[in-house]
């Protein structure tokens, strides 16, 4: 057993742990399925790698598992970076990667289209060394150019939204987010000799990077009780917030006191809320802590106490 072959199915394992977390949050967090895709499709790659290595499927079988995680990565990537980031596009288009995904879906095809197949991968010479066709190729451009694009995101929202004392933990993520990106060029630029491809290990790393900066509370946290189910039978107006301020619940009372809709207020800031609200609005702040930090706010709107 190798060392390769171990940090694999570590990776699996912290990706499934990751996916399972973030399945067990509540329905209308953001990003919730798009994440959850994003760490099935990292353990993929990292099982069709670790099956060739051991031989455990044989390397046709292994193969198509590892490119159906890594075909459908970089367009998964490049939506949870633009949750991370507070696009607009990712709050009302939430299957934009879908579309981004559909170039690769084809060239998936192609693994099962016998002769055509050769167009984009045929498995191995007789040396055993790997062999791509043209369309390989152009998938790498474009695999590459949605990554940049996501880790480039990432780190503008980690620069952007930094707090006070808060940029030791933002350049980690901005680099543990890079690393991946690094790893692939740096693979394919000295003609894919190394004995493993280091990029499904590292984004392994990434997705911890990832799950941080989009989601509060602990790695594993699950609700006996779905908040959105709690808040929604109180009379109170409530919205809740992450740590960054950025609204993940309203309750239907707030609806009605702010005039918005959860799914418009989902993904943007309370203060942008209550500003397009045109009117002052009371409110009363209480932080929320998880594991002796702020993870969040509760935000109680013209509660009786401030009437």
């Known amino acids: 057993m190798t060392f390769n072959s171990l940090a694999l199915e570590l990776i699996i394992l912290v990706a499934f742990w990751l996916g399972l977390g973030v399945w067990q949050k509540d329905r209308a967090t953001l990003g919730r399925r798009l994440f959850l895709a994003l760490a099935l499709s990292a353990a993929a790659w990292c099982f069709g790698d670790l099956s060739a290595e051991r031989n455990l499927l044989g390397p046709v079988a292994s193969y198509r598992i590892g490119y159906l995680g890594m075909l459908s990565l970089p367009a998964l990537w490049l939506g949870v970076a633009a949750h991370v980031a507070r696009l607009d596009l990712a709050r009302r288009v939430p299957w934009f990667p879908l579309l981004l995904m559909a170039p690769q879906a084809v060239l998936y095809v192609l693994l099962y289209a016998g002769p055509w197949g050769h167009l984009f991968l045929d498995t191995t010479d007789a040396a055993g060394t790997d062999l791509h066709g043209p369309m390989w190729w152009l998938n790498a451009i474009y695999s590459h150019l949605l990554w940049v694009t996501g880790s480039s995101l990432v780190v503008y929202s980690g620069v952007r939204n930094a707090p006070a004392g808060g940029w030791t933990l933002r350049l980690v993520i901005a680099g543990a987010c890079l690393a991946p990106l690094a790893g ?23 997705l911890l990077a990832l799950h941080n900066a989009l989601f509060s509370g602990g790695l594993l946290q699950a609700l006996p009780i779905s908040q959105h189910d709690l808040i929604g039978q109180l009379p109170v107006g409530v919205v809740l917030t992450d740590r960054r301020g950025v609204v993940v619940d309203v309750n239907p009372a707030a609806e009605r006191h702010l005039g918005q809709s959860l799914k418009d207020a989902l993904g943007r800031t309370l203060d942008a809320v209550l500003d397009e609200r045109g009117e002052t609005v009371l409110i009363e702040v209480t932080p929320i802590f998880s594991g002796g930090r702020e993870s969040g706010q509760l935000v109680l709107i013209d509660p009786p106490s401030k009437v």
Do not use: E, K
């Open 184 to 206: 692939n060029a740096a693979y394919l630029a000295i003609g894919m000799t190394w004995q493993h491809d280091p990029t499904p290990l590292l984004f392994g790393v990434a």
